[in-house]
């Protein structure tokens, strides 16, 4: 794992989109990318670079189940605001929370991986350590399901809607093994929340109890990290 320390989650942003231009400007053609607080900076660099993405096809990592494209708290939504709106892809793939069908909306977008493989992925991390939506216990060998979101997620998710009621409990995500088959990943993290799921994810056993500690079995992972984040690390 190759640990870049910065000073602020705009430094973050900045680190993390030199390693995407130099990936794309040496032929990489799929993004896998992420929702979340952590990502936008790097999002925002994106948008301001003079980069055509017009070639290249993204790959989302989840999205909540029971939501429409157009609802604002879904994935879809966050992407088109941060992202796709001012920098169009050639394609680019979220789940479709809104199709009720599990085995039919997780097996469409293994297909879509397996048509699409990842060259960069693009990770944020949970406080319980869960990548994209594999919370603890997900296994490492997982492709694309439906999963139930914990508690601890499910809290941190309130603020983003009116009621804790509207939250959603399960999303489809993208499974560990697919994630893991990218040929490099970035993982950002930004905040003192986020200190205990790094040092278990750098630090500790492999082990499901912490899902992204499966990142320490890939041959090519950067991790972007402000102070507080890394304050834990050995």
Do not use: W
């Not at 599990?102 to 406080?127: C, F, H, S």
């Not at 350590?129 to 490492?140: A, L, T």
């Not at 990943?185 to 109890?209: F, H, M, Q, S």
């Amino acid at each position: 794992m190759n640990i870049i320390k910065v000073k602020d989650q705009q430094m973050g942003g900045k680190e993390a989109f030199e390693i995407v231009k130099n990936d794309i400007e040496n032929g990489a053609k799929v993004l896998g990318l992420a929702t979340g607080s952590s990502p936008i900076t790097l999002y925002n660099e994106m948008t301001s670079s003079d980069i055509d993405f017009s070639n290249i096809t993204s790959v989302n990592l989840d999205e909540y189940v029971g939501l429409q494209p157009d609802n604002e708290q879904s994935y879809h939504y966050f992407m088109k605001e941060h992202l796709f709106n001012k920098k169009p892809f050639k394609n680019s793939y979220v789940p479709d929370g809104s199709n009720p069908d599990a085995e039919a909306a997780t097996k469409a977008y293994d297909k879509i991986i397996e048509d699409n493989p990842i060259d960069l992925q693009i990770l944020g991390i949970g406080r319980n350590g869960h990548i994209g939506f594999n919370e603890p216990g997900s296994p490492f060998d997982g492709t694309t399901r439906k999963v139930g979101l914990t508690e601890s997620t499910i809290e941190a998710n309130t603020r983003f809607f009116d009621d804790e009621k509207d939250v959603p409990r399960f999303a489809y995500s993208m499974g560990i093994g697919s994630i893991m088959k990218a040929k490099k990943i970035i993982l950002v993290a930004y905040g003192k929340n986020k200190a205990d799921a790094i040092a278990a994810t750098v630090d500790g056993p492999v082990t499901e109890d912490c899902p992204a500690s499966a990142l320490q079995n890939h041959p090519d992972v950067t991790i972007i990290l402000d102070d507080d984040a890394a304050s834990k690390l050995k």
